[in-house]
């Protein structure tokens, strides 16, 4: 194994959003292999959003394809046509693009539609294709959004979807049951490896201080200020979207009548309005809202809060597992975590905090209020636990020695 594509529709890099997973194990592996990245010009993770060259070089170590895509405000129609131009124009890049001939395709996940032109694009330059799935489709969009099982846009990609079981060299995936999804679906005995989301010291260790003129200044002073009036935070971090399940976080909120918890709720997404508007409307006037804060700043931040709040749908779907980014970041900041969930918590798998596996508020605020009351010798075995797990299983180091391993099986 020595060269590498890795394709994945919504990465970035850091000049122009926030690397994803993908960019992490490009940048780790290309120590080693020669390796390329490809992913779409336009998509709504990005923070800069043009349309770059399709010839462009990130760094020295690792070449990057960035495929245009149309460019528009972000709806959900247009990103679901920007799935079928990215997988129609994945089978016609070149090896001169690529700058070298893959003997390894890695296919991630976020966008299904594009493994049939990165398929075809395997078998063109002859390389081994790996799916990495990172969601289940279409059974995410059956069960969180309620899309019929006979709508023609979930058929297309079940049949997308069970084609690429059938016709990847392996699998690999954040979820940690995903074999059992597999088997429900076709009958042949896969190549499956697990590699739960890691955390990329290089990208989550940089230096605050050095961004002085950053707007998210304001936010540490505001946090000041809230445990200057002896209140104890517990914070959501991370994106405001339906499968993140704020709504837990809200109906806890609710049930709190200790004033001195204050509820802290840090991030932006499609899902915000609706709840800041249900505060609003139920007068849930004990949780604070804030932006997106710049990921340089993430270490410091999550070291200022009390308790971390997690939180999915109570679905069967994540039985088959879960593994939020957000989660080694929080737990390599040593800061008490509560995850509520249903599905498989690297909580669980490192012995630390607290996993919830129901949704009820008075409980988790229960649960919430031993985390506060820990003592603090047993608090600071937890966060070392925590801590030594994530730098030891998951690291990017790690979980690219372990996959590394796999692929050259």
């Known amino acids: 194994m020595n060269n590498i594509l890795i394709i994945n529709q919504f990465s970035s890099y850091p000049n122009n959003g926030f690397p994803t997973r993908s960019y992490s194990i490009a940048n780790e592996f290309s120590k080693k292999y020669r390796v390329c990245l490809c992913f779409g010009s336009y998509h709504h993770r990005l923070s800069i959003n043009f349309h770059q060259r399709s010839d462009l070089t990130y760094k020295s170590n690792f070449s990057v394809i960035s495929l245009k895509l149309i460019k528009s405000k972000d709806s959900f129609f247009m990103r679901i046509i920007n799935w079928f131009i990215f997988s129609l124009k994945l089978p016609f890049i070149k090896q001169k693009d690529i700058g070298f001939c893959p003997e390894i395709i890695i296919y991630s996940s976020p966008s299904l539609i594009g493994y049939i032109g990165a398929f075809?694009?395997?078998?063109?330059?002859?390389?081994?294709?790996?799916?990495?799935?990172?969601?289940?489709?279409?059974?995410?969009?059956?069960?969180?959004?309620?899309?019929?099982?006979?709508?023609?846009?979930?058929?297309?990609l079940q049949w997308v979807e069970?084609?690429?079981?059938?016709?990847?060299?392996?699998?690999?995936?954040s979820l940690k049951n995903l074999q059992s999804h597999i088997n429900n679906r076709i009958n042949k005995?896969?190549?499956?490896?697990?590699?739960?989301?890691?955390?990329d010291e290089e990208l989550f260790n940089?230096?605050?201080?050095?961004?002085?003129?950053?707007?998210?200044?304001?936010?540490f002073k505001e946090i000041e200020k809230i445990h200057n009036l002896d209140k104890k935070i517990v914070a959501y971090v991370g994106g405001i979207s339906t499968s993140n399940n704020l709504d837990a976080f809200i109906e806890t909120a609710k049930a709190c009548n200790d004033e001195s918890l204050a509820w802290v709720c840090i991030g932006d997404g499609p899902d915000k309005k609706r709840i800041v508007n249900k505060c609003r409307d139920e007068n849930i006037d004990n949780v604070i809202f804030f932006s997106k804060q710049e990921q340089f700043y993430m270490k410091k931040l999550l070291k200022?809060?009390?308790?971390?709040?997690?939180?999915?749908?109570?679905?069967?779907?994540?039985?088959?597992?879960?593994?939020?980014?957000?989660?080694?970041?929080?737990?390599?900041?040593?800061?008490?975590?509560?995850?509520?969930?249903?599905?498989?918590?690297?909580?669980?798998?490192?012995?630390?905090?607290?996993?919830?596996?129901?949704?009820n508020p008075k409980q988790?605020?229960?649960?919430?209020?031993?985390?506060?009351?820990?003592?603090?010798?047993?608090?600071?075995?937890?966060?070392n636990i925590s801590i030594q797990y994530i730098n030891n299983e998951a690291s990017i180091k790690n979980i690219c020695e372990n996959l590394e391993e796999f692929l050259c099986k």
Request: proline content about 4%; some cysteine; hydrophobic content about 40%.
């Open 120 to 156: 075809i694009l395997s078998k063109r330059l002859k390389s081994k294709i790996y799916f990495e799935v990172r969601d289940i489709w279409p059974l995410s969009i059956h069960e969180i959004l309620g899309v019929n099982k006979l709508n023609p846009a979930y058929l297309l």
């Open 162 to 173: 069970d084609f690429a079981y059938k016709n990847s060299y392996g699998i690999v995936s």
């Open 189 to 199: 005995k896969l190549n499956f490896h697990y590699s739960p989301n890691c955390l």
């Open 206 to 219: 940089i230096d605050s201080e050095i961004q002085a003129g950053s707007k998210s200044f304001p936010l």
């Open 304 to 359: 200022k809060l009390d308790i971390l709040f997690l939180a999915n749908q109570f679905l069967d779907l994540y039985s088959y597992g879960i593994s939020p980014i957000k989660l080694a970041e929080h737990m390599s900041s040593g800061t008490p975590i509560i995850h509520v969930t249903n599905g498989y918590s690297l909580l669980e798998d490192a012995g630390c905090w607290v996993v919830h596996k129901n949704d």
């Open 364 to 383: 988790i605020l229960n649960e919430i209020n031993s985390l506060l009351n820990m003592d603090e010798t047993l608090k600071k075995m937890h966060a």
